[in-house]
């Protein structure tokens, strides 16, 4: 009986916040080829595309360049993460003028970082933090097509391949 080598995960990078759970269990239902996800900080999101340490990334805060294409995803909410007791917690959102050089970050990632003394607020006058799907604009790998079917929401059936 001959063995058949495995084929080379497709990477899919992230950077922190991200829940790419759904697509993943999607991919894993229908195809053969693992699937690998990487964590990566947001300033090397798009340097792992371009070095190719990943094929496609879920990315925070980018758009379409002449490198890499980008479906938008969602929005996320920026927030602020106080300790327990400080008085900004009175409230139920907060503005950027209230903040005297509290941490900001967006939501999904306070959530990360969200403890028994920590909690966060909106600042609801910052604008929302847009997540992404990217890859490279001169990519040929016919499952990064695949993937991307996935997460515009194609069926296995979709007439598309």
Known sequence: MTEHPQPAALRVGMV????PDKWVRRWRDRQRRPLELVNLD???????L???DVHLCFVRAHSRTDEHHVIPLYDEVQVVVLPEDHVLT???SVS???????????QSVARLRHGRDRTY???????????GLAWRTDATDPD????????R???ERSSRG
């Not at 922190?16 to 829940?19: A, K, N």
């Not at 947001?42 to 792992?48: F, N, P, S």
């Not at 990064?144 to 997460?151: A, E, P, S």
């Open 50 to 52: 371009d070095d190719g």
């Open 16 to 19: 922190p916040g991200v829940m």
């Open 96 to 106: 950027a003028a209230d903040l005297d050089g509290e941490l900001v970050l967006p």
């Open 153 to 155: 929401g194609r069926t």
């Open 121 to 131: 607020r909106p600042v609801h006058d910052l604008p929302p933090i847009p997540v």
């Open 42 to 48: 947001e300033d090397a999101q798009l340097a792992a």
């Open 144 to 151: 990064i097509d695949t993937f991307i079917g996935i997460v």
């Open 90 to 92: 009175l409230i139920e």
